[in-house]
């Protein structure tokens, strides 16, 4: 997901093929609950830094 909005930020632009953003909102979202996930299950990962 990181990459497709680094590409839709960069290259593609935010309205690719006529879709008013919708590629773009859907992988900024997921992106951000994937963020959530991830600090809600911090304890439950076992990376040790």
Do not use: E, Q
Request: aromatic share 12%; glycine share 6%.
């Amino acid at each position: 997901m990181s990459g497709a909005l680094f590409f839709h930020l960069t290259t593609l632009g935010i309205v690719v093929n006529n879709d008013h953003g919708f590629l773009f909102a859907m992988a900024a979202i997921l992106w951000t609950l994937c963020l959530i996930v991830l600090i809600l299950r911090k304890k439950y990962i076992p990376i040790k830094l």
